[in-house]
């Protein structure tokens, strides 16, 4: 009777130590999947983000494409605040209820699709010919690869690093995984 006790005590233990064992993978002090300025989402919200998105999308979304979708839009946000091509949450849940989501989108999902949005306006041509738009256009010219660089995005290592570079998002390969000698 006691060796039953014990072997449950040591698959427990065991159990126990792999979950701190792999927690410890995930970057020392990062809890959360990502945090955009100073908003913190966790790894599950950053996927269900990313399968909302994939629900709805011709061809499937990864998670670095929403993380630096959310972490662009603030910055696209804060350009077209209080021009008529301005988009507000609202017209975002609608966008994407009406492309066919199901159920409650995410506020990630819905940050994410906020930058998808300002897209299509930077993407047509009568937007940015009209007139009201010009202050607009002429401050995304002047965004180097640094200002994304810089915005304040922190990322889960399980996903990558924030960098000026690429999409915003870099995959990480965790310094103790080294890569064999030829």
Known sequence: ???????????????????????????????????????????????????????????????????????????????????????????????LADAGLEGEASELTVQAATFQQYGAVINDQAALADEELAPVVAELQTVTAEDIGALPVQVNPRFGSWSATGDGVLPQVPEWITAPES
């Open 1 to 95: 009777m006691m060796s039953g006790v014990k072997r449950a005590y040591t698959l427990t233990s065991a159990a126990a130590l792999a979950t701190l064992a792999l927690a410890g993978c995930g970057g020392v002090g990062m809890t959360d999947g990502v945090v955009i300025e100073g908003t913190g989402y966790s790894v599950d919200e950053v996927q269900e983000a990313a399968q909302q998105l994939s629900d709805v999308s011709p061809e499937p979304v990864t998670v670095p494409t929403v993380i630096y979708q959310a972490g662009v839009a603030p910055l696209l946000s804060g350009l077209f605040d209080g021009t008529s091509y301005e988009v507000t949450e609202t017209d975002v849940r609608g966008v």
